[in-house]
């Protein structure tokens, strides 16, 4: 009989360290699940579904009416994985497409009665940080700007010595431009020029490093990583020379539908993309200038969960955190206070 309260005892408290993340964004709808936050970054569930709620945002002003029926069958089908999982611990976070839809507040209604939990629309610098503090925690030192790229928006961030020292949002991202009736991307270039010259941070100091964030931008370096015949198939970390990538960055730029078509080892949902990323990231490092560019598999929504748990946690005590855990993993190690 004791040794059956202890055991459940035990179930209750591994119930409650598990903890989810959904992230609504203007291309795609991810879940995340994780064991423990604060012991591992590591989700054993990790799950997308590109909805486009955003698509023609620009052009209606509202959310696209498949996007919506879409998004919201998935969002009940997460709904009914936590259920059964018995995960109460959630954090729901949303970016530009709730912020800015004149429709939005019904579907805000309608996730927030079927998860009872109210959803956190983040403002645009606050994207911006919490992409910032989701690249702090998968490298040792961060030093330079961090780029993050979604379908509706793109937040910029420095990072000095791992102070966030600089953010803002910008109106750029891949799904909103594919869309948009005005910026076409023969006049991309000339765009995005105007409105990283109104940044006057950006120009004031160069960056040694550029950590970019975001699915399309994974695609595009792991396009890279393939192309190139890189040995180790791991995209986080994965860096290249500013003069090598420009070259690279000016190739997919180009490339017609036709092209498009023929492009291996990224999904297809990502292809449509990669032009309108590739000049984005060359407008971005011509003023930043940075003499590495990296890929951050972390971002938003890790960051999002660290300003919740370590705001007042030093890197010892996360550190001390992941290596318990990763003891009690291998059974193989005993931890000594």
Same mark, same amino acid.
């Given at each position: 009989?004791?040794?059956?309260?202890?055991?459940?005892?035990?179930?209750?408290?591994?119930?409650?360290?598990?903890?989810?993340?959904?992230?609504?964004?203007?291309?795609?709808?991810?879940?995340?699940?994780?064991?423990?936050?604060?012991?591992?970054?590591?989700?054993?569930?990790?799950?997308?579904?590109?909805?486009?709620?955003?698509?023609?945002?620009?052009?209606?002003?509202?959310? %696209?009416?498949? @996007?919506?029926?879409?998004?919201?069958?998935?969002?009940?089908?997460?709904?009914?994985?936590?259920?059964?999982?018995?995960?109460?611990?959630?954090?729901?976070?949303?970016?530009?497409?709730?912020?800015?839809?004149?429709?939005?507040?019904?579907?805000?209604?309608?996730?927030?009665?079927?998860?009872? !939990?109210?959803?956190?629309?983040?403002?645009?610098?606050?994207?911006?940080?919490?992409?910032?503090?989701?690249?702090?925690?998968?490298?040792?030192?961060? /030093?330079?700007?961090?780029?993050?790229?979604?379908?509706?928006?793109?937040?910029?961030?420095?990072?000095?010595?791992?102070?966030?020292?600089?953010?803002?949002?910008?109106?750029? @991202?891949?799904?909103?431009?594919?869309?948009?009736?005005?910026?076409?991307?023969?006049?991309?270039?000339?765009?995005?020029?105007?409105?990283?010259?109104?940044?006057?941070?950006?120009?004031? !100091?160069?960056?040694?490093?550029?950590?970019?964030?975001?699915?399309?931008?994974?695609?595009?370096?792991?396009? %890279?990583?393939?192309?190139?015949?890189?040995?180790? %198939?791991?995209?986080?970390?994965?860096?290249?020379?500013?003069?090598?990538?420009?070259?690279?960055?000016?190739?997919?730029?180009?490339?017609?539908?036709?092209?498009?078509?023929?492009?291996?080892?990224?999904?297809?949902?990502?292809?449509?993309?990669?032009?309108?990323?590739?000049?984005?990231?060359?407008?971005?490092?011509?003023?930043?200038?940075?003499?590495?560019?990296?890929?951050?598999?972390?971002?938003?929504?890790?960051?999002?969960?660290?300003?919740?748990?370590?705001?007042?946690? /030093?890197?010892?005590?996360?550190?001390?955190?992941?290596?318990? %855990?990763?003891? !009690?993993?291998?059974?193989?190690?005993?931890?000594?206070?």
């Amino acid at each position: 009989m004791e040794l059956k309260v202890i055991k459940n005892k035990q179930n209750l408290k591994l119930r409650e360290s598990k903890l989810a993340i959904i992230d609504i964004g203007s291309n795609s709808i991810r879940m995340l699940i994780y064991d423990d936050f604060t012991s591992s970054r590591v989700p054993f569930f990790n799950e997308k579904a590109v909805c486009e709620l955003g698509k023609n945002l620009d052009k209606s002003k509202k959310l %696209h009416k498949s @996007g919506k029926i879409y998004a919201l069958k998935v969002l009940k089908r997460f709904s009914e994985i936590l259920n059964v999982s018995k995960i109460n611990n959630l954090k729901i976070i949303a970016t530009a497409v709730l912020r800015e839809a004149t429709d939005a507040k019904p579907f805000i209604e309608e996730v927030e009665y079927l998860f009872k !939990k109210n959803i956190n629309i983040l403002t645009g610098e606050e994207e911006a940080e919490s992409s910032a503090e989701g690249v702090k925690i998968g490298f040792e030192n961060v /030093d330079g700007l961090v780029a993050d790229l979604g379908g509706g928006s793109l937040e910029l961030a420095r990072v000095e010595n791992n102070v966030v020292t600089n953010k803002t949002s910008l109106p750029v @991202g891949v799904l909103r431009l594919i869309n948009n009736p005005i910026v076409k991307k023969r006049n991309l270039p000339k765009y995005l020029k105007n409105l990283l010259r109104d940044e006057k941070w950006l120009s004031k !100091k160069k960056f040694n490093n550029l950590y970019l964030v975001g699915g399309t931008w994974r695609a595009l370096f792991k396009l %890279h990583l393939f192309q190139n015949e890189y040995p180790v %198939h791991i995209i986080h970390q994965y860096s290249i020379e500013n003069e090598k990538l420009t070259k690279f960055l000016e190739k997919i730029s180009s490339f017609n539908k036709s092209k498009l078509k023929s492009v291996e080892y990224i999904s297809k949902s990502r292809t449509p993309y990669l032009p309108y990323s590739s000049i984005i990231l060359e407008e971005i490092m011509n003023i930043a200038n940075p003499k590495n560019v990296i890929c951050s598999i972390s971002g938003i929504r890790e960051g999002s969960l660290a300003k919740d748990l370590f705001k007042n946690s /030093d890197s010892n005590f996360v550190f001390n955190k992941s290596l318990e %855990h990763i003891s !009690k993993k291998k059974r193989r190690f005993r931890i000594y206070i």
